[in-house]
């Protein structure tokens, strides 16, 4: 089973991805994890990304393809993946069909987790970082029990440059400009499938087993 899983950030797509690949034994595949991994390692790829994110742009599809068609690769994806982050633009979606083409495969699913901006930006500017273990926190729907620490290692938290307002909303511009074409791309290739994303997590999960089947 292959899905890609789209939505605006903010929308809660990698929390619902990461329940998708746990239900059904198959990798979370997130850019955003590649990406911070990088960052945080101090790469070649992660300093270039990091101007990118910084800024609340994309990063460039070639920083992207051949990571994620190197991923497809490995053992573990022999059953499927569930995509987080990527395809963001029609040449990458065009892209990844190619690859998989050339492989003799396809994607099954593209969920769409629909979510307003405005409450977007309320949740976004909400979450915040441990600097130590990478943990996030939300300090309305998932405080920390000590306001400001990190309940797992004590270190502080912070607001990341991406959570804040002005870059949440220039990531939406960015997003509903170069990514919202990708719900029509998909719904042309009779994948695609809408969740409403302002409800319950687990009502949003529980809506797209019901489109994936148990």
Known sequence: ?????????????????????????????STGDIFRANI???????????????KGLLVPDELVVDLVIDRFKEDDCKNGYVL??????????????????????KMDYAINVEVPDENIINRMSGRRACVG????????????????????????????????????????????????????????KGIIAEVDGTQDMNDVFNAIVSILGE
């Open 1 to 29: 089973m292959k899905i890609i899983m789209l939505g605006a950030p903010g929308a809660g797509k990698g929390t619902q991805a990461k329940m998708i690949a746990a239900k059904y034994d198959i990798p979370h595949i």
């Open 40 to 54: 945080k390692n101090g790469t070649e790829l992660g300093k270039k990304a990091k101007e990118y994110m910084d």
């Open 84 to 105: 987080d982050g990527f395809p963001r633009t029609i040449p990458q979606a065009e892209a990844l069909d190619a690859a998989l083409s050339a492989m003799g495969d």
């Open 133 to 188: 273990c990478g943990a996030t926190y939300h300090i309305k729907y998932n405080a920390p029990k000590t306001e400001g620490k990190c309940d797992t290692c004590g270190a502080d938290l912070i607001l990341r440059d991406d959570d804040k307002p002005e870059t949440v909303i220039n990531r939406l511009n960015v997003y509903h400009e170069q990514t919202q074409p990708l719900i029509d791309y998909y719904t042309n």
